[in-house]
């Protein structure tokens, strides 16, 4: 059963010109200067993901990975195209975004998972496993600020997951936090896998793409230059790469 | 951004928001809720040595009548003044996370409502002691507040909105929140001035709002039932006003930040 379907999936940008002053759009209107160009950031993309698939999207920058990943999350809208997702989505991009450093540790879980739609009583039912997984334990009452930049990313991926969305989006995904959260890579995703959860994760690390995905999308300038086995993807890509 | 504010998802984010913003206004400061009356004090003071010869021969208890003006003044231009830049202020969050932008307004108008009753509080408070006799009429205040948050609900989608595209937005707002404290009877009364600027002023809505308040909680006579009803029904025309150019324009958000 499919978790995801994307069909003719375009994204349009209009670049924003520079400056939103009145006077500036004034000045803009007179010279008749307007930026009045579009720029195609996705076009034609089409793919679908199965329920319990690892699924990488790779691609050089600037190809659209993280607009397609952003409107898969419904943080962006698609100019063109339908995306169908049979469950919620959770997007995992920059995290720290979500937290509030002044707060303390326990105060950032409680806001941090409404974002994923954890109410209060969920976030407490779970407490005592976010906070293992995270290695959090003894800093539940400091300010987040005090905490290492690894401690706020596995404390970020641990809500993520304790969350079990059905869809985790996960943007510049790279082996965050130390040897021992690193190594339990495997049993998260194998447990994603067999609680039915799909992981769709963009990375210019093409070993974990090749570790973790079982399909691979590439993209180059917006344009869908393949989709299939890891492997192959990746060995077209790197061909690509060289050629160019 | 395509989920409903009215969700259960959304109404606890709201919740979660609105506590984490109360508290770093609280915590992030050494003098923390001090500070939230700092201001309105600050302003009542000066007010009240320069006005109290003037204005106190045409009211009574000039310094309670002062007081609700400039309590109820705060609320509005503090509180519209500091949601204007919130989709700018938290540009990560609707960057990174996939909820409706609406939340952001609300949890940062209730954020200043908690602050508002607060102030109330110890307004009442400080009324008491010094020998203000409330009547029933004081539990109507609720209402009176609910038809301001309308405004300051409207006015701040429509802040919020325009800021993200014209930055002027929020300097333009500053200058006419200085004048729509002068032309409020924050510090004066409108019996004080002639006919012709009575009838100006009470075009204000929030002319009805502070007399009101002030007629709920100090029995002081110049309400007007009308004026108060008209106040209302703009606050909602304008409350759904802003909030159709809102849901027009908020889809672009996340790309324009």
Same mark, same amino acid.
């Given at each position: 059963? *499919?978790?995801?379907?994307?069909?003719?999936?375009?994204?349009?940008?209009?670049?924003?010109?520079?400056?939103?002053?009145?006077?500036?759009?004034?000045?803009?209107?007179?010279?008749?200067?307007?930026?009045?160009?579009?720029?195609?950031?996705?076009?034609? @993309?089409?793919?679908?993901?199965?329920?319990?698939?690892?699924? %990488?999207? @790779?691609?050089?920058?600037? +190809?659209?990975?993280?607009?397609?990943?952003?409107?898969?999350?419904?943080?962006?809208?698609?100019?063109?195209? +339908?995306?169908?997702?049979?469950?919620?989505? $959770?997007?995992?991009?920059?995290?720290?975004?979500?937290?509030?450093?002044?707060?303390?540790?326990?105060?950032?879980?409680?806001?941090?998972? +409404?974002?994923?739609?954890?109410?209060?009583?969920?976030?407490?039912?779970?407490?005592?496993?976010?906070?293992?997984? $995270?290695?959090?334990?003894?800093?539940?009452?400091?300010?987040?600020?005090?905490?290492?930049?690894?401690?706020?990313?596995?404390?970020?991926?641990?809500?993520?997951?304790?969350?079990?969305?059905?869809?985790?989006?996960?943007?510049?995904?790279?082996?965050?936090?130390?040897?021992?959260?690193?190594?339990?890579?495997?049993?998260?995703?194998?447990?994603?896998?067999?609680?039915?959860?799909?992981?769709?994760?963009?990375?210019? #690390?093409?070993?974990?793409?090749? /570790?973790?995905?079982?399909?691979?999308?590439?993209?180059?300038?917006?344009?869908?230059?393949?989709?299939? *086995?890891?492997?192959?993807?990746?060995?077209?890509?790197?061909?690509?790469?060289?050629?160019? | 951004?395509?989920?409903?504010?009215?969700?259960?998802?959304?109404?606890?984010? @709201?919740?979660?928001?609105?506590?984490?913003?109360?508290?770093? /206004?609280?915590?992030?400061?050494?003098?923390?809720?001090?500070?939230?009356?700092?201001?309105?004090?600050?302003?009542?003071?000066?007010?009240?040595?320069?006005?109290?010869?003037?204005? %106190? !021969?045409?009211?009574?208890?000039?310094?309670?009548?002062?007081?609700?003006?400039?309590?109820?003044?705060?609320?509005?231009?503090?509180?519209?003044?500091?949601?204007?830049?919130?989709?700018?202020?938290?540009?990560?969050?609707?960057?990174?996370?996939?909820?409706?932008?609406?939340?952001?307004?609300? $949890?940062?108008?209730?954020?200043?409502?908690?602050?508002?009753?607060?102030?109330?509080?110890?307004?009442?408070?400080?009324?008491?002691?010094? %020998?203000?006799?409330?009547?029933? !009429?004081?539990?109507?205040?609720?209402?009176?507040?609910?038809?301001?948050?309308?405004?300051?609900?409207?006015?701040?989608?429509?802040?919020?909105?325009?800021?993200?595209?014209?930055?002027?937005?929020?300097?333009?707002? #500053?200058?006419?929140?200085?004048?729509?404290?002068?032309?409020?009877?924050?510090?004066? +009364?409108?019996?004080?001035?002639?006919?012709? $600027?009575?009838?100006?002023?009470?075009?204000?809505?929030?002319?009805?709002?502070? #007399?009101?308040?002030?007629?709920?909680?100090? %029995?002081?006579?110049?309400?007007?039932?009308?004026?108060?009803?008209?106040?209302?029904?703009?606050?909602?025309?304008?409350?759904?006003?802003?909030?159709?150019?809102?849901?027009?324009?908020?889809?672009?958000?996340?790309?324009?930040?």
């Amino acid at each position: 059963m *499919d978790a995801l379907q994307v069909s003719k999936l375009s994204k349009v940008f209009r670049p924003q010109p520079g400056g939103r002053s009145l006077i500036k759009h004034l000045s803009r209107m007179l010279t008749g200067h307007y930026h009045k160009g579009r720029q195609f950031v996705l076009k034609d @993309i089409n793919f679908s993901v199965e329920k319990g698939e690892l699924f %990488g999207v @790779i691609g050089p920058n600037g +190809s659209g990975k993280t607009t397609l990943l952003k409107i898969i999350a419904e943080i962006l809208f698609s100019s063109a195209g +339908s995306v169908v997702r049979n469950g919620w989505v $959770a997007p995992f991009f920059q995290w720290s975004a979500g937290f509030y450093p002044d707060l303390d540790v326990r105060d950032n879980i409680f806001l941090y998972g +409404s974002f994923f739609g954890l109410t209060r009583k969920d976030v407490r039912d779970k407490m005592e496993k976010i906070i293992s997984f $995270a290695g959090v334990d003894d800093f539940m009452d400091v300010e987040l600020r005090s905490c290492s930049q690894g401690m706020i990313t596995k404390l970020a991926f641990s809500i993520m997951v304790h969350a079990r969305p059905d869809i985790a989006v996960i943007d510049e995904f790279q082996e965050m936090g130390d040897f021992d959260f690193q190594r339990r890579y495997p049993d998260i995703f194998r447990s994603f896998q067999n609680n039915g959860q799909t992981i769709i994760m963009v990375s210019h #690390n093409l070993d974990i793409i090749e /570790r973790f995905c079982q399909r691979t999308l590439y993209l180059k300038d917006g344009k869908q230059m393949g989709l299939g *086995d890891t492997k192959t993807i990746i060995n077209a890509y790197k061909a690509d790469c060289l050629n160019t | 951004m395509s989920n409903s504010i009215f969700n259960k998802k959304s109404l606890h984010l @709201i919740k979660e928001l609105t506590i984490a913003e109360f508290k770093l /206004r609280d915590q992030g400061s050494f003098l923390g809720f001090i500070w939230t009356l700092l201001h309105p004090l600050l302003t009542f003071l000066i007010l009240y040595l320069l006005f109290n010869k003037w204005t %106190g !021969k045409f009211v009574y208890d000039f310094k309670g009548y002062l007081l609700v003006g400039i309590v109820q003044w705060s609320f509005f231009a503090g509180t519209t003044t500091y949601t204007a830049e919130v989709f700018v202020r938290k540009r990560g969050l609707l960057k990174n996370f996939a909820f409706p932008a609406e939340v952001l307004i609300v $949890a940062s108008v209730f954020t200043g409502l908690i602050s508002h009753i607060l102030e109330f509080m110890v307004l009442l408070g400080f009324l008491f002691f010094t %020998g203000t006799h409330f009547t029933f !009429k004081i539990l109507c205040v609720p209402f009176i507040i609910l038809i301001q948050l309308t405004l300051v609900l409207s006015a701040s989608f429509l802040l919020a909105t325009l800021y993200i595209f014209y930055k002027d937005t929020s300097r333009i707002w #500053n200058i006419l929140t200085m004048l729509g404290f002068f032309v409020t009877p924050i510090f004066y +009364s409108l019996p004080m001035l002639s006919k012709k $600027a009575q009838q100006l002023l009470l075009m204000n809505p929030m002319t009805h709002i502070v #007399n009101s308040t002030r007629f709920l909680i100090l %029995g002081y006579p110049d309400i007007r039932i009308l004026g108060l009803f008209m106040t209302f029904l703009l606050g909602a025309v304008f409350f759904a006003a802003a909030y159709y150019l809102f849901k027009r324009l908020f889809k672009w958000f996340p790309e324009v930040l």
